[in-house]
């Protein structure tokens, strides 16, 4: 199983941000928060910026879309050719159909689910998705501490992929860190968003690697 890395640039300093880019130019992706302080109470970033970072990056851009009302503003998101487009179930009226037009417009489509959200009521959509996100801290702020017991959630969607023969990325945002990743990784998560852990390092690169060749490990021996 592959390791990937993805740091938030929610984490990075807002005022350089394609320098900040460039200093995790070994990282699998770069994880872009999309918060309209109505879904969850924070605000960050809108289509102009994600364009701007899709036009400067090297690396794909994973974006997470923290909004309401995801079935009207998720398109446009994928229509500006980002590599990946997550939107909440909760936010969503109609997500498969939603999963659907994204995978139309052209990029990977991912469901993302709070830490109170059931994963049993979307576990036979799964093959309408290339990745699901289990957010592991309260989705809005970072910096916030991993919660373990979202492990059991992870293992049902693993299991789930699995019985259904398809190669469904599990992706994790929320407090990872060297000493999180490890469970993580052992729940059956392969996909892992970093913040303050990869852009409060001295060196990001080798944070990046550490993070990556932990999950590695386990994944190994699992």
Do not use: C
């Amino acid at each position: 199983m592959t390791a990937r890395i993805q740091p938030s640039i929610l984490s990075a300093d807002f005022a350089n941000l394609q320098s900040e880019l460039e200093r995790v130019g070994t990282a699998d992706g770069v994880h872009v928060d999309v918060m309209d302080n109505h879904f969850v109470p924070n605000l960050t970033f809108g289509p102009r910026m994600v364009e701007a970072l899709q036009r400067v990056s090297a690396l794909p851009l994973d974006v997470h879309l923290m909004i309401t009302d995801a079935d009207r503003w998720a398109p446009g998101y994928a229509e500006l050719g980002v590599f990946s487009v997550t939107f909440h179930a909760e936010a969503a009226q109609d997500p498969v159909a939603l999963a659907r037009r994204i995978r139309q417009i052209g990029s990977r489509v991912a469901l993302a689910l709070k830490p109170g959200t059931a994963v049993d009521p979307y576990l036979e959509l799964l093959p309408e998705f290339d990745q699901v996100l289990v957010m592991t801290v309260e989705p809005g702020f970072g910096g916030q501490a991993f919660m373990a017991d979202m492990m059991p959630k992870l293992r049902t969607l693993r299991a789930a992929a699995e019985r259904h023969g398809i190669e469904l990325w599990l992706q994790v945002d929320g407090g990872i860190a060297p000493e999180t990743i490890g469970i993580a990784a052992e729940a059956g998560a392969d996909t892992f968003v970093a913040g303050s852990s990869v852009y409060g390092a001295a060196d990001p690169d080798a944070a990046i690697a550490a993070l990556r060749e932990t999950a590695a490990a386990v994944h190994r021996h699992g």
